[in-house]
């Protein structure tokens, strides 16, 4: 890739990096470029990872296939996003889940060895990758949360306000599918499209495609605790 540093600047793990540092990682570090058609296979959970990765094209998407043949949509990810941060680091590195291509994808590889010795000579990766993994443990902690609440009701206005709060205003644009937020809630997606209705009966929200109004801030504060 002609403008690799360009993209690479870009990315998670490398935004506060100098251009001139950047320039001498980039000839001292020892990564693969990967590239993935679009449907194609880039990791089956359980297999093992001895790598970070970097999209640099295309999109990927984190999935939990059952027995039953249905997959579960957990994450997806575009370029700048890492994927693989924890598990490369952890005593079993084993992918958690299945990665797969959404677009033409080009990932950059990273292994565990050169991560450690970019983090040891450039204090701005060490921050980012400490970033990396407490922003995932934030994440972490929302789903649980999400996932503890008792009512389809609780964990939509638990994420409501999770959203207002990041996005500063009643009017949310969803972030991800409602797909993938049914996922995220560990529901399925009609009840999650039942209750959205019956919350905007209640003028609770308003909502159109991936817009939603919180009409009624207090009722929904009430219910997220």
Partial sequence: MSNLPDVVKNTALFYRVADSDLARILTTTIYAICEYPKGGLIASEGEYCQSLGIVLE???ELQRIFTSGKTLSMAR???GNVFGEATVFSSTHT???TVAALENTKIMYIQRREIISLCSRYPEVLQAFLELL????LLLNKKIRALSLGTIRQKIASFLLDEYKRQHSTTLLL???R???AGHMGI???SLSRELIKMQD?????FSGNTVVILDLPAIEELAY
């Fill in 58 to 60: 295309g999109a990927i």
């Fill in 77 to 79: 990810l575009s370029p």
């Fill in 95 to 97: 992918y958690p889940a």
């Fill in 134 to 137: 407490s922003n995932r443990i």
């Fill in 175 to 177: 972030p991800v599918s």
């Fill in 179 to 181: 797909q993938s937020l």
């Fill in 188 to 190: 399925q997606r009609p």
């Fill in 202 to 206: 209640k003028g609770l929200i308003r």
